[in-house]
């Protein structure tokens, strides 16, 4: 659920069509969204050290806030491949690596 003024930003998709990769589904996506008060954007990007940084730290301050589905435990990695690959997540799904 998005709230009426609510912008998502797709990265990445599924791989269904072999020539056109994911860009199929965010273009399909950004079609959808112009009949709706919710914006759908997307970005395409080869990340690197510089924009991993600002990532962690808008993550931290909040102004970003990641949609967690489903956590699961280092020892359930199969389980959360099962579940991912079911492709009904309505958010991330989350391995828990701890030390």
Not at 8 to 34: A, D, E, M, Q
Request: some cysteine.
């Amino acid at each position: 659920m998005l709230a009426p003024d609510a912008k998502v930003v797709l990265i990445g998709g599924p791989k269904t069509n072999r020539v056109l990769g994911p860009v199929g589904h965010l273009l399909g996506s950004k079609l959808g969204s112009v009949r709706c008060s919710q914006e759908a954007l997307f970005a395409l990007c080869k990340p690197n050290r510089e924009d991993l940084k600002l990532l962690a730290e808008l993550l931290e301050q909040g102004t970003i806030v990641p949609v967690i589905d489903r956590r699961f435990a280092l020892a359930d990695v199969a389980e959360a491949l099962r579940y991912q690959g079911e492709g009904h997540p309505r958010g991330k799904v989350v391995v828990a690596v701890t030390s």
